[in-house]
């Protein structure tokens, strides 16, 4: 098993920028690949970004290329998500997950946190 804690969130205008953090406690969290997701009010899931066990590649949804960046401490436990930039639009609840593997998809993401809400006011 492994627990996820998700923080950082809060309340920034346009333009801004937040960095989430996703702390972990369990099993060795270096086995894991993290994915980051978010969900607004009425909308489905979507992936964000996802960073790979080793923290040496990642990769992210079109709509936050170059404005959003995932890194990870494996020996703090935590992953990271760096958003800058940020427009009305990445409003929604955040959420870290993790898996064997870094997928889009949500179902390949066994372990949750408990998400985390940003909003951002134009």
């Known amino acids: 098993q492994v627990q996820l804690v998700d923080s950082g969130g809060g309340l920034v205008q346009a333009g801004g920028s937040l960095r989430l953090s996703c702390i972990a406690s369990?099993?060795?969290?270096?086995?894991?690949?993290v994915g980051w997701f978010r969900q607004a009010p009425g909308k489905e899931r979507e992936f964000v970004g996802a960073?790979?066990?080793?923290?040496?590649?990642?990769y992210y949804e079109d709509s936050v290329k170059g404005r959003f960046t995932i890194s990870r401490d494996n020996s703090k436990n935590t992953v990271y998500l760096q958003m800058n930039m940020l427009k009305s639009e990445d409003t929604a609840v955040y959420y870290c997950?993790?898996?064997?593997?870094?997928?889009?998809?949500?179902?390949?993401?066994?372990?949750w946190g408990q998400g985390t809400q940003v909003t951002v006011s134009s």
């Open positions: 997950a993790a898996g064997r593997s870094t997928t889009q998809a949500p179902n390949d993401y066994p372990y």
């Open positions: 369990g099993r060795t969290f270096s086995n894991y690949g």
């Open positions: 960073i790979s066990r080793s923290g040496h590649s990642s």
